[in-house]
């Protein structure tokens, strides 16, 4: 049993961006040379996220006014009260969805269904540089 | 360290169908022999997740009422108009929820609450056979 | 590769209190001497959840509106009628969030964001005492 660690890298535009990261993660499984496993995904930060779409603008679209109807950047936030930065909101945004996920790996491939993509969420209220950290555990 | 990897399949009535999965993942971990360790889950699927609830028809009904609250079935999605298969809210709710999930085993026995069962809802429009990965990773 | 397992113990108000427990979970870590691996969290229960957040009070108060207002206290629950115990909207905000989490480990420390601690949140409508389950895994 092996554990490799690597990071992706994206430059997002944030007012939740939402970036298919599937070919990056599947680059880093191939780079491990594990057959069968688990991939641990993270994304640092309090103002980001992680989960699975469908990657098709129509749905990801549907998904920005959903979030947006929960937790709408235009109300007041105690966070911008107190910080002036003005993203109250993506942070509420980001710890609602979640930082982590795990995908199997089976027969040196990523387990997840034919329409759906991994992708992370930028929800803070600027362009910002992201890391995922990508483990991979196996054999 | 070993890592044991099968699966559940469900036949579900889709429509935010809530399934209770805590018998065939605790059969899934007797027959991994397993007696330390983690079980990752994962639902392979854009309009299927995870979680945990207390399994008793009220609570599920309550939760079903609130996704519907989030995400109702009745507004236009932009997934619907570029793809008629008239699922958008399913593809949305399931990106809230997430995909996976991930167990602590002790003793040969799951480390859940007395009132907590594992649970996969399908949020598709349709009747569908699901697919639950089941990975044992431990000692 | 080895995995260790402990528990943190938390006396919570209920109440969707929020708790940061990142001391708890970096001296777990450094209880371990695991350096490369990654930390599995979880809690029993099925009214309470764990989550990432900027731990300052102006986020968790925005935070906690924001989940009153998806799963709002006062308005009627059928586990309420059924159970009589009040805390249908704590089961539903449980399941929304979800108990699970995982957080990569290098070098012996947390690869979390500067600003983003590990948090659980309880929403039963009386004090709790929780546990927290955290198993680190890796070399």
Known sequence: MEIHRTAIHCQTSGNTDVIDITPQV???LRGSGIKEGVVFL???????ALTTIEYEQGVVND??????????????YQ????????NGYSHVRASLLGPSLNIPVT???LLVGAWQQI???????RPREREVVVQ????
């Open 107 to 109: 027969n040196k491939k």
């Open 119 to 125: 992708v992370l969420l930028d929800f803070d209220n």
């Open 79 to 86: 966070h911008n009260l107190r910080w002036g930065d003005g």
């Open 42 to 48: 993270f994304v640092a930060g309090s103002t980001a």
């Open 26 to 28: 599947t680059e880093a």
């Open 63 to 76: 998904l920005i006014r959903t979030i947006e109807k929960i937790a709408p950047q235009n109300i007041s």
């Open 136 to 139: 991979i555990l196996g054999n």
